[in-house]
């Protein structure tokens, strides 16, 4: 391709996008002051346009599969591209709960009368067009409608080539809602049509979208942080940790351990490293044991080899079970998004604080405790943003946390922190109502 031609496509790609954000602005404006009983209209024409699609986006989503298989998608990203009929039916639950929140506009935050009688209040507003860059998750593109439209606001959505075929179908889904119940149309669009391309555009559409929001691997989400002129919400990484303090019931750590990394590892909230108090031992060895039986790779501290079974100086493990290796700096490191588990020995709470603190990405802390004492002081100590005391990490979940369904999981402390739901997408609006009044 030459020169010429790639910078046509480029122009030809930018103005698209704008366009696309010219008519989701015009979409925000309706959008904003429409009333909830409208909007809960269409999120129930979604819900029954889903149900009434699973055969045809079952379909759409195995060719989409068939795709990443052939095209070398990792077992965690097939996993979260795939969509059966069980998650289609969570995905029209999602929805139909997103629908029986309270609206979040127009909450009246804070409110007085000023010594000269005007009275002023504070609202909550839409933040207007919302930009999602996303990859291999079509879930993503029910929930972030839902939760746009019940908030007031409009979506561009960036959901990548691997889910084309099903992100095709919900978009189209997701607009028949919409025409059905006389709302803007074009208050959810696609740009997936401009590729790459589309996403730089999008990212650079400074004062026509209001937040980007990215959702995805490290690579993406820190391309999108340090490349756009848009602000961005950062919704990072999982690195999760969940500690097995001295006190900790055997029996609550080998289940807290084995749902943390074994229910479903592909995701953000699963854990990825067992941090073991050395005084553990009971708890150690039902926690790892069952790891161990369930198929996790385990790479462990050496301190930990006692409370596996002995196989021998090369860790060698039966077939039907995990592999056991010894664990480096760089596991410790890793979101491995897989049945695969870093494990650590400490000496202390405050070593495993420590630890925490090196390695986190501030996503999700656990504490497996009898101790009041200690798991207060993990909750002050530990900074993340959500920790967990003697539950599992994967409760950090919006449909889990009553938000319904969320926008992702922000790791960064302005504006929004931890699950993202409606509230999250409002901003405020200061609105003074007087009688007249000048300021001296």
């Known amino acids: 391709m030459s020169a010429e031609t790639s910078d046509e496509l480029r122009?030809?790609?930018?103005?698209?996008?704008?366009?696309?954000?010219?008519?989701?602005?015009?979409?925000?404006?309706?959008?904003?002051?429409?009333?909830?009983?409208?909007?809960?209209?269409?999120?129930?024409?979604?819900?029954?346009?889903?149900?009434?699609?699973?055969?045809?986006?079952?379909?759409?989503?195995?060719?989409?599969?068939?795709?990443?298989?052939?095209?070398?998608?990792?077992?965690?990203?097939?996993?979260?591209?795939?969509?059966?009929?069980?998650?289609?039916?969570?995905?029209?639950?999602?929805?139909?709960?997103?629908?029986?929140?309270?609206?979040?506009?127009?909450?009246?935050?804070?409110?007085r009368t000023l010594p000269n009688g005007a009275r002023l209040t504070q609202t909550s507003v839409p933040l207007g067009v919302i930009g999602v860059i996303y990859e291999a998750r079509p879930n993503v593109t029910?929930?972030?409608?839902?939760?746009a439209l019940k908030s007031?606001?409009?979506?561009?959505?960036?959901?990548?080539?691997?889910?084309?075929?099903?992100?095709?179908?919900?978009?189209?889904?997701?607009?028949?809602?919409?025409?059905?119940?006389?709302a803007p149309v074009d208050a959810v669009q696609s740009i997936d049509e401009y590729g790459r391309e589309g996403a730089t555009a999008l990212m650079n559409t400074r004062g026509s979208v209001d937040v980007l929001i990215p959702r995805g691997g490290s690579d993406l989400i820190q391309h999108v942080v340090q490349n756009?002129?848009?602000?961005?919400?950062?919704?990072?990484e999982g690195n999760v940790h969940v500690y097995l303090d001295e006190s900790a019931d055997p029996d609550i750590a080998r289940n807290v351990a084995m749902n943390a990394k074994t229910?479903?590892?592909?995701?953000?909230?699963?854990?990825?490293?067992?941090?073991?108090?050395?005084?553990?031992?009971?708890?150690?060895?039902?926690?790892?044991?069952?790891?161990?039986?369930?198929?996790?790779?385990?790479?462990?501290?050496?301190?930990?080899r006692q409370w596996l079974p002995d196989y021998g100086p090369?860790?060698?493990?039966?077939?039907?079970?995990?592999?056991?290796?010894?664990?480096s700096s760089e596991h410790?490191?890793?979101?491995?998004?897989?049945l695969e588990m870093a494990v650590g020995v400490v000496s202390s709470l405050d070593e495993a604080i420590d630890h925490i603190a090196r390695y986190s990405t501030g996503h999700t802390e656990a504490i497996v405790t009898d101790s009041v004492r200690s798991?207060?002081?993990?909750?002050?100590?530990?900074?993340?943003?959500?920790?967990?005391?003697?539950?599992?990490?994967?409760?950090?979940?919006?449909?889990?946390?009553?938000?319904?369904?969320?926008?992702?999981?922000?790791t960064q402390k302005i504006h929004a922190r931890g699950p993202m739901g409606m509230g999250e997408l409002t901003t405020t609006k200061w609105i003074l109502r007087g009688e007249g009044q000048i300021r001296p």
């Open 11 to 111: 122009t030809e790609v930018t103005q698209g996008v704008a366009e696309v954000s010219r008519r989701a602005r015009e979409g925000a404006r309706p959008l904003g002051s429409m009333d909830r009983q409208h909007k809960d209209r269409i999120l129930l024409a979604l819900a029954r346009g889903l149900r009434e699609s699973v055969a045809s986006l079952v379909e759409a989503n195995r060719q989409d599969l068939e795709q990443g298989r052939e095209n070398g998608l990792s077992k965690p990203l097939l996993d979260r591209l795939q969509l059966s009929e069980a998650r289609i039916e969570a995905l029209a639950e999602a929805v139909e709960d997103v629908m029986a929140l309270e609206d979040p506009i127009g909450r009246v935050l804070n409110g």
């Open 142 to 147: 029910v929930d972030i409608a839902a939760l």
């Open 152 to 182: 007031g606001n409009a979506a561009i959505l960036r959901g990548g080539s691997a889910a084309s075929h099903t992100n095709e179908m919900l978009l189209s889904i997701i607009r028949n809602a919409l025409r059905a119940c006389s």
């Open 228 to 236: 756009a002129r848009v602000p961005v919400i950062e919704t990072g």
């Open 263 to 304: 229910s479903r590892p592909s995701v953000c909230n699963a854990a990825e490293t067992l941090l073991i108090h050395e005084g553990a031992e009971g708890a150690a060895v039902e926690a790892l044991r069952a790891l161990h039986r369930a198929g996790v790779t385990l790479h462990v501290d050496p301190r930990a």
């Open 314 to 327: 090369d860790l060698v493990s039966p077939n039907d079970y995990g592999e056991v290796h010894e664990v």
């Open 332 to 338: 410790f490191s890793t979101e491995f998004l897989g």
């Open 375 to 410: 798991a207060e002081k993990f909750i002050a100590e530990v900074d993340a943003a959500a920790v967990v005391v003697n539950a599992s990490t994967r409760f950090t979940d919006g449909g889990q946390f009553g938000l319904g369904a969320e926008v992702g999981i922000s």
